[in-house]
Each structure stands twice: as C-alpha cells, then as structure tokens.
C-alpha cells in the first residue's frame, strides 16, 4: 500500500515529470548537437582540404606525374578531414570531401583517356604498333 500511495502523490509524479523532461531535452540536445555541429577542428581540416582540392581542380595545366603527386597530396588531406571528425555532420562534409576529390580524379582520368585516344587516332601507326605489325609480318613470312 506504500507503494501505491507514493507512486499517486504528487510530489513523487513531478519529480518523476521534471527528471523525465530533462532527459528528453538531454537527448534531444545531443541528437541537435550530433547532426547540426561542425566541431573546429574539423571545420580547419576540411577547410584546407577543400582548398587543396580546388587547386587540384585547375589539372588541365598539369602533367600526369604532377596531377599524381598534387593528388597524392589532397588524399592525404581529406584523410585528415575525415579522422578529424566526430560528429555526424563532420562525417557528412568529410565524405562530400571524398566524393569531390573522386569526381575531380574521375574527371582527369576521362581527360587523359580522350587525349590519350586522340594521339591514337591521329598516330595509328605508333611505334609498338609497327614493331608489333613487323613482328606479325615476319611470322606469317
């Protein structure tokens, strides 16, 4: 019967409405702080990794040996980016980072495979293709 009489006071229920409220504006500040906060040390990392990725953007100046290196380079960045993250917002701008740092390098190889089919079709006769024709020559002779 004690039981009963606490669990229906009214002292017992708003201690219980107060500590139950609290909770739930607990959780709900962190689940704000989760998905809304970028922490600043993320924000810093990502900021020169996006930086690092604009220049890299500009690769039609570059050769293949420095796009490799620049790239090289960003990668190791937006590394940084994403184990500087902690929240899950930061998780979000670090996996944009990768995303346009795979479109960027994407872009590049499509580029290098266009030149790299033009120089055939302007040149179809390269020089591995003539050693590769007289070898095929000297076969069937």
Not at 36 to 60: G, H, K, P, V
Not at 74 to 87: F, I, K, S
Not at 112 to 131: C, F, G, K, W
Request: proline share 1%.
């Amino acid at each position: 019967m004690a039981v009963r009489d606490t669990l229906r006071s009214k002292k017992f229920l708003v201690r219980f409405g107060i500590g139950f409220g609290s909770a739930l504006v607990a959780v709900g500040a962190l689940v704000a702080f989760e998905c809304c906060w970028l922490t600043s040390s993320e924000r810093n990392t990502a900021q020169a990794a996006l930086t690092a990725i604009d220049d890299l953007r500009n690769f039609s100046t570059f050769n293949d040996e420095d796009f490799d290196a620049r790239a090289q380079v960003v990668q190791d960045a937006v590394e940084a980016a994403r184990q500087a993250a902690h929240t899950a917002r930061d998780q979000q701008v670090a996996f944009a980072l990768i995303q346009y740092l795979s479109s960027i390098e994407a872009e590049h190889e499509a580029m290098r495979t266009r030149v790299l089919t033009s120089e055939q079709i302007a040149a179809p006769e390269s020089a591995s293709s003539r050693s590769l024709s007289l070898q095929l020559h000297e076969t069937l002779n």
